[in-house]
């Protein structure tokens, strides 16, 4: 099956119509590959506007995700945005727990349970980011620190949820700074996930993905891995050229 591309944009752009112009080559993108499955994660606030565009274009193989959502449902939680006003925007998609997001407002594993079972209920397909915090480098995989992020992320879970499901396995090291994982460290890492995933049953439904530093070259030898669904993209999501030939190798994979 083809691999499935997430783009994170980040805090970028600046403004709504450097936001629209970037879509535009995703919508670009999608309409001269339609066997690719695209998925754009702006910041909220170009959402909106995103989706009309969206919308306007008729395309059905590029759909739009929130980079986070509140662990509330609704009420006097200032700032906070909830699953629901996220699919009532056009979002399908919500990452969850991604390392930027973890760190930037401590959130214990907990909240990120919450937030998982908050995009469920919402009918938000979640892609749940887990990753060495503590590593610097990959030397050593954490795996009890993996399994730990994993299991607490899925407790609670409804008993009959029938959505897509991604677990995004992106090491911190990796994340923005031009280096990534080794094809075999990824696929032991994987297999590992999808265990810990078994454990809970759901390894049947919850694809994984890779996340850091995928860019137009890097794609190269990502591409050959076999227990991977899908990318993470964060840096090249703002460079046409870059996306372009990621998701260029992505569909002569096949
Ligand atoms: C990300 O934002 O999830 C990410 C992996 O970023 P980058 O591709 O820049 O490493």
Known sequence: MLKKLFFNWKMNPTSPNEASSLFAEFVSLAQSQPQISLVVLPPYVYLSELNQQLQTSGVTNLKLGAQDLARYSAGAYTGQISGQMLKNMGCQYVLIGHSETREAYQLSHEQINQKLLQSLESGLVPILCVGHQSDKTITEINYPELSEQVTTALQNLPTEFKTEFYLAYEPVWAIGTGKTATNPIIEEVSQFLKQELAKLGLDKQVG????????????????????????LIGGASLKPEKFKTISQVVANQV
């Open 208 to 231: 994984i993905l890779y996340g850091g530093s995928v860019d137009d070259v890097s794609i190269q030898e990502l591409v050959k891995l076999q227990q991977v669904d899908g990318f």
